[in-house]
């Protein structure tokens, strides 16, 4: 079946730790994002890639990083930069036909420890 | 850069009622509004969208309702049920002038509660 898939689940990081966030799809849709979710704010773009080694940063970008060399992966790292890490990060994609608008894979949460 | 504000924050509806969210957006735009459900846990799922040149779309109980000249959209879920308790997004696609595609900024969510 085609999707994306986020790994981990659950992800725990240290003070002054950089982590990297899991995404993939088999959609073979060219745009990816990545958007923070916290709560009674909505989803926040942080990251967006419309084609392969090209991508834009979004509202939210500071202390964030990505990469996008294969169209299937679009990987972000949360690094030490980022004051407040602690949310639910979702990746999603979409084609440029139709109204289908986005697909989201099914999130990862992070927590600073 | 495109704006929207989505209300009520949560809302809470007898089962076999009608539930209504409403969001405003701030700049013109061609492409499809879309509305996503999010259950606890999950990634938002799409739920029914509709284009700027159609005022309404119904699909099941699931009707939006859009109004271009306000910039106004609402969903809204016939019979509500409990199955349908889960958190609500609308989105709106950019205004003309960004020249992105497909870039979503979504309303800040409804968490609809629907009582047995």
């Known amino acids: 079946d085609g999707g994306i898939t986020q790994s981990p689940k659950y992800l725990f990081r240290k003070e002054g730790q950089n982590v990297t966030l899991s995404c993939e799809q088999n959609l073979n849709h060219d745009a990816m994002y990545w958007y923070r979710q916290d709560p009674g704010q909505g989803l926040r773009l942080i990251y967006y890639s419309q084609i392969v080694n090209d991508f834009q940063k979004g509202d939210i970008a500071e202390g964030y990083s990505v990469s996008r060399e294969k169209k299937e992966s679009f990987p972000l790292t949360v690094t030490s930069a980022q004051k407040n890490p602690t949310a639910f990060y979702l990746c999603?994609?979409?084609?440029?036909?139709?109204?289908?608008?986005?697909?989201f894979g099914s999130g990862t949460r992070l927590t600073v420890v | 850069q495109q704006q929207v504000k989505q209300s009520p924050q949560s809302l809470i509806v007898q089962k076999g009622g009608i539930s209504i969210i409403n969001c405003a957006y701030e700049?013109?735009?061609?492409?499809?509004f879309p509305w996503y459900q999010q259950f606890p846990g999950k990634g938002p799922a799409l739920l029914i969208a509709?284009?700027?040149?159609?005022s309404e779309k119904k699909e099941g109980r699931f009707t939006i309702s859009f109004n271009k000249s306000a910039k106004q959209f609402s969903l809204h879920i016939m019979d509500s049920q409990p199955g349908d308790s889960a958190t609500y997004f609308c989105a709106a696609p950019p205004g003309v002038s960004s020249g992105s595609a497909r870039q979503l900024t979504f309303g800040s969510g409804t968490q609809l509660t629907v009582l047995p």
């Open positions: 509709i284009r700027p040149d159609v």
């Open positions: 700049n013109t735009a061609f492409d499809y």
């Open positions: 999603a994609s979409s084609s440029r036909q139709g109204e289908y608008g986005y697909t």
